[in-house]
Nanobody
Framework: QVELVESGGGLVQAGGSLRLSCVYSGRLFDIYNWGWFRQAAGKGREMVARISIGDGETYADSVKGRFAISRDRNKNTLYLQMNSLKPEDTAVYYC??????????WGQGTQVTVSS
C-alpha cells in the first residue's frame, strides 16, 4: 500500500506561479512511475506530467514550457512547479504512483484556482 498527500494548492492570479508537493510513503520499492493529473469541473481526469523509469519526463501539450515535474528521492516527495498559470489550469490536482505490479495509487487532491 502507498499513501500520497498533496499540498501547495490555492488561489493565484493569471500569470502567477504555484508549487505543488506530494509526499509518498509505504511500499515504495517497486514504484516506477510518478505523476500529476488534474480534473476540472465537469471534465475527465487528465495527465499533466509524469516521470517514468526508462521513459523520463512527459508533459501534456497544454503545460509544456510552463510546468516542471521533479522528484526528491531523499524526501520521497514529488513536485510540480507551475509557472505562467492560466485560468484554464484551474482544477483539482492529484499525484499518483504506479508500481511494477500495475497498481496505481492516488492522493486526495489539492485545488488550484487561477483567476483572470
Amino acid at each position: 500500500q502507498v499513501e500520497l498527500v498533496e499540498s501547495g494548492g490555492g488561489l493565484v492570479q493569471a500569470g502567477g506561479s504555484l508549487r505543488l508537493s506530494c509526499v509518498y510513503s509505504g511500499r515504495l520499492f517497486d514504484i516506477y512511475n510518478w505523476g500529476w493529473f488534474r480534473q476540472a469541473a465537469g471534465k475527465g481526469r487528465e495527465m499533466v506530467a509524469r516521470i517514468s523509469i526508462g521513459d523520463g519526463e512527459t508533459y501534456a501539450d497544454s503545460v509544456k514550457g510552463r510546468f516542471a515535474i521533479s522528484r526528491d528521492r531523499n524526501k520521497n516527495t514529488l513536485y510540480l512547479q507551475m509557472n505562467s498559470l492560466k485560468p484554464e489550469d484551474t482544477a483539482v490536482y492529484y499525484c499518483s504512483v504506479v508500481s511494477y505490479g500495475a497498481r496505481q495509487y492516488w492522493g486526495q487532491g489539492t485545488q488550484v484556482t487561477v483567476s483572470s
